[in-house]
Nanobody
Framework: QVQLVESGGGLVQTGGSLRLSCAAS????????MNWYRQAPGKQRELVAG???????NYADSVKGRFTISRDNAKNTVYLQMNSLKPEDTAVYYC??????????????WGQGTQVTVSS
């Protein structure tokens, strides 16, 4: 079983910054892609940013130029640096990690979510 622990959410004013972290632990042999999603009240969960094992990144159009995803493979941790935050960025942010257990079985795990609130 893989555990994901998220941290870094909170309340920030418009234009401010936050840095989210998500650390994976457990019987992990290898991690492939790591992603951040978000879900605002009354809306569907959406992909915010993703990063592959080789470091290739992708972003939702709404966050391009403001958010940066990165990962530390030695620590099995993914980060999301969020700058120039807007009220519409308010949501619960979830990390999602896919990889292989030591048994070589595939895992697809989600974090518990961390609240990000941007005040106007």
């Amino acid at each position: 079983q893989v555990q994901l622990v998220e941290s870094g959410g909170g309340l920030v004013q418009t234009g401010g910054s936050l840095r989210l972290s998500c650390a994976a632990s457990g019987a992990i042999f290898d991690i492939n892609d790591m992603n951040w999603y978000r879900q605002a009240p009354g809306k569907q969960r959406e992909l915010v940013a993703g990063i592959t094992k080789s470091g290739r990144t992708n972003y939702a159009d709404s966050v391009k130029g403001r958010f940066t995803i990165s990962r530390d493979n030695a620590k099995n941790t993914v980060y999301l640096q969020m700058n120039s935050l807007k009220p519409e960025d308010t949501a619960v942010y979830y990390c999602r990690v896919r990889g292989l257990y030591y048994s070589r079985a595939v895992f697809n795990s989600w974090g518990q979510g961390t609240q990000v609130t941007v005040s106007s």
